[in-house]
């Protein structure tokens, strides 16, 4: 990730989060386009390559 939070796909940018900056994400594939989105053994969110779209888990409720 870069300063701004932002991950490079396919000359494309997605904001992730700022907390993040700097660090490395892990990406698993779980289906055509799809990505569960990992900090270090933590899983943080999705990811939709198709349309760049990042979405946070929900874990606080």
């Known amino acids: 990730m870069n300063n701004s939070g932002d ?3 396919h ?3 997605v904001f992730v989060s700022q907390v993040l900056r700097f660090e490395d994400l892990g990406f698993e594939l779980v ?3 799809f990505y569960k989105v990992f ?3 933590v899983e943080i969110g ?3 390559a198709e349309f760049l779209r990042f979405r946070p888990l929900q874990a606080w409720r």
Do not use: M
Request: charged share 55%.
């Open 7 to 9: 991950i490079s796909w």
């Open 11 to 13: 000359k494309g940018r």
């Open 31 to 33: 289906a055509e386009d």
């Open 39 to 41: 900090f270090r053994d």
């Open 46 to 48: 999705e990811f939709e």
